[in-house]
């Protein structure tokens, strides 16, 4: 057993929950900085949804009691991490990407925010940086994400738009996981976003204070973000998802519901028409940004589209790399 690590039977502080596939290049990053965390209380459960790379074998040569391997046929992510969920012991959890990495102390300083937080909180989260697709843990960060966060009750924001880059920069309670229920198998884009949702339905979310990265997210050229963003069709199982859940329409009534949903379009519109644009479809990803600002109109959209429409190139802040729905 490693030194410092919890008795076998007793269940973890967190568990880290990572599915992988086709990753090899990638996980031993991840569960290096499970092993490297300066909290020694956790477990790792890494499922392999159908590898034919050798991730399963990059996991299996870290020889640590605290790290599992599950190895199932390809299902999709939602279906492995759902899988994860069910092998987990911990009082919280964690959803790590296989190919982003840790801070050493993330799980330190998000347990310590989720412990500080009131009793309904769901979960705790924070700053996190994106880096190159080869980069190493000590490169420098292509970008940094370091706040101001909202806290509290976000609900009504995290409808319009996803604020996460994805789950590892967030510590969730066990509970609010059990009772938000399985990720959804038939949502291949924006799952985790629509996942969100219902657990922000249940309670506020916590800030960890601080602006240095808990999190190092993988900017990714064979990213699901980068297949999908500008196809606008694959926003719509999430969409539907999310808007035709009973829960969310009676928590904020049938005119609040209906006017986020046209605000959420109209960001969905905002990515698709960027990143067409960034991918050499100019006149397609203008016709999109157009239709967004006339759905959900605001200064600083109004002035980028111009600038869209004027100059050779994109603004910074309209190109700009993203995984997350960006603000």
Known sequence: MAAGAPPHSAAPAVSILTPAYDVARFVGAAVDSALAQTSPDWEMVVVDDGSVDGTAAVVAARKDPRIRLIRQANAGVSAAR??????????????????DWLAPDALDRLSAALAAAPPDAVGAYGAYAFVAEDAKPGDPPLRRKSGPFPAGDILERLVVQNLFANGGHLLLRREAVDRAGPFLSHVRYGEDWEYWIRLALQGPFAVVPGAEPLLFVR??????????????????????????????????????????????????????????????????????????????????RVLLLAAAHALPVLPRRLHGPFTAYPA
Do not use: C
């Open 219 to 300: 900017q990714r050229t064979g990213s699901a973000y980068n297949r999908m963003a500008r196809d606008p069709a694959a926003f719509r199982p999430a969409m539907d998802a999310i808007f035709n859940n009973p829960a969310l329409r009676e928590r904020l009534g049938a005119e609040r519901a209906e006017y986020l949903h046209r605000r959420a379009e109209a960001e969905n519109a905002w990515i698709a028409g960027r990143e067409l644009i960034r991918h050499g479809q100019r006149g397609p990803g203008l016709e999109k940004l157009r239709a967004s600002v006339a759905a959900a109109p605001s200064p600083k």
């Open 82 to 99: 759902s899988r994860a969920v069910e092998a987990a012991r911990g009082r919280a959890v964690l959803f790590l990407d296989a190919d």
